[in-house]
Structures are given as C-alpha cells and as structure tokens.
C-alpha cells in the first residue's frame, strides 16, 4: 500500500489462495483490483469505500478489515525493502508447495474432480518453481556484455589422468562444473557373434 516498486516486484506472484483467512484474502483481492485498474498504489480511505461496497460480505468482516486497514495505514516505519521482498517470496513459495500437496492428497482421494494423478508431478514443479528471480533466460540486445565476457572467460580446469580425455574436453574439466563420462557397452555375447561373423566371411 505505501511501497510502489515492492509492490510491482511481489504482485505478479502473489495469489488470493495463498491467504488462509477469508478477510486478509478480501483485502488482497481489493488491492490487487484497484492497482490492476489504475495503475497505482490504493490510499485507506478508497479501499475503505470499496470493502464498505462489497456485497456477500457480513458487518463484522468488514468491521475486522477496515481495522486492518487503519492499523496498516498508521505505520509509517519504513521496513528494509530486501528483507521484505525475501520474505514475501519465502512466503509464496511455502504456500505454494502447501497448498500443491493439498491438492495431491486431494487427487488421490478422489475429491478433485477436475484433475487426475497425472496432474501431481505438475502441481508440484510449479509449486518449487515459484521464485521472484527476474533473470530468466537473457536479452541478447541488452546483455551483450555478459555474454562476451562469458563466452570469453578464461576457467581453470582439472586436466584428466588420460591424455585422450584432455583433448577432448580441451585441457580437462573446470571446477565446479558436474561431469559425466558415457559410453556404449557392448554384451560379451554379442562379441562372440561378432568374431564368428568375421571369422565365417
């Protein structure tokens, strides 16, 4: 409510599901509607008006909410916006996979009509996949520096006991990388048939 560039950085991950309470979730939601409408941050007393409007709503949930509201809008502490974006994003996650192992339960009891067990390995890698990290991939215009230097870094590497190994891999393996040496094995059987065949021509 007082944050913009918290706000813009959290409100694209935040979801109403993830609040347990019907009021924090109603107050979520009208936040998130009036910035998605206006494109800015709501002040108490419109979100004041709009919890007042609500219909479907009881007295006392509204009573509860606005003094939620007031008790927000009278700290003026200006909390580290670091810490906060951690911990909001600490929050998400722990919600989401919550709330994906729910629904697996769900699914194998045969309470959830719209999803099938299939569905539970999904439900559970987007819920580990929730992050606020932005960098995603990268912009082959804008971080044409990083990818020069990258591809220009010069890494140490641990040479291999087999000087073929070396020459393949250019010197060795750099360090802290995970390597694996794979080859295709042949069936001592199909050795036997082999000579056979080469021995019969």
Not at 45 to 65: F, M, W, Y
Not at 150 to 169: A, M, Q, S
């Amino acid at each position: 409510m007082r944050n913009e560039s918290y706000t813009r950085k959290v409100l694209p991950f935040l979801l109403e599901e993830y609040f347990v309470s019907e009021n924090d979730r109603t107050l979520f939601k009208e936040i998130k509607s009036f910035i998605l409408k206006y494109n800015n941050l709501p002040t108490y007393d419109a979100l004041v008006i709009e919890i007042d409007s609500l219909r479907n709503i009881k007295e006392e949930q509204v009573k509860t909410i606005t003094d939620t509201l007031k008790e927000l809008s009278e700290d003026k502490i200006d909390t580290n916006i670091d810490w906060l974006s951690d911990s909001t994003e600490k929050f998400c996650q722990e919600k989401a996979i919550y709330n994906a192992i729910m629904k697996s339960i769900d699914v194998m009891n045969n309470k959830n009509s719209t999803l099938t067990k299939g569905a539970i390995p999904q439900l559970l890698s987007d819920a580990l996949s929730v992050s606020f990290d932005p960098n995603v991939g990268h912009d082959y215009l804008e971080q044409y520096d990083y990818r020069y230097e990258y591809y220009h870094r010069v890494l140490e590497k641990i040479p291999f006991d087999l000087e073929f190994f070396n020459k393949i891999t250019r010197g060795g393996v750099p360090k802290k990388t995970l390597n694996i040496a794979l080859a295709g094995c042949v069936h001592p059987s199909t050795k036997v048939k082999i000579r056979y065949r080469k021995k019969h021509k």
